[in-house]
Nanobody, 116 residues
């Protein structure tokens, strides 16, 4: 069974920071080809935020580059997203996604709300 559980969301004021975590179970991190963060606003499809791939550096959407940092802890089977300088337009449900063995797995997301 593959399961992804996000945590760390909450309500913050503009300019604040949050760190999101995605704990993966039923997964061998060495076999994961790609680990992503997406975000989804109400009534919209998920949009790309940040990506890690094996032996490659991080990659970010232009809207978050310079403010967000993606990282992973292999021993903890956890993907992280450090978010600084948050803006109201960052408000969304944040979801993690992994690609392994030709399959894609999604978490259910954690809510991030940024007030003006």
């Amino acid at each position: 069974q593959v399961q992804l559980v996000e945590s760390g969301g909450g309500l913050v004021q503009a300019g604040g920071s949050l760190t999101l975590s995605c704990l993966a179970s039923g997964v061998i991190f060495s076999s994961i080809s790609q680990m992503d963060w997406y975000r989804q606003a109400p009534g919209k499809q998920p949009t790309f935020v940040a990506r890690l791939a094996r032996n490659l550096g991080p990659y970010y959407a232009n809207s978050v580059k310079g403010r967000f940092t993606v990282s992973a802890d292999n021993a903890k089977n956890t993907l992280y997203l450090q978010m600084n300088g948050l803006l109201p337009e960052d408000t969304a449900v944040y979801l993690c996604k992994i690609d392994q063995g030709g399959a894609t797995y999604w978490g259910q997301g954690t809510q991030v709300t940024v007030s003006s």
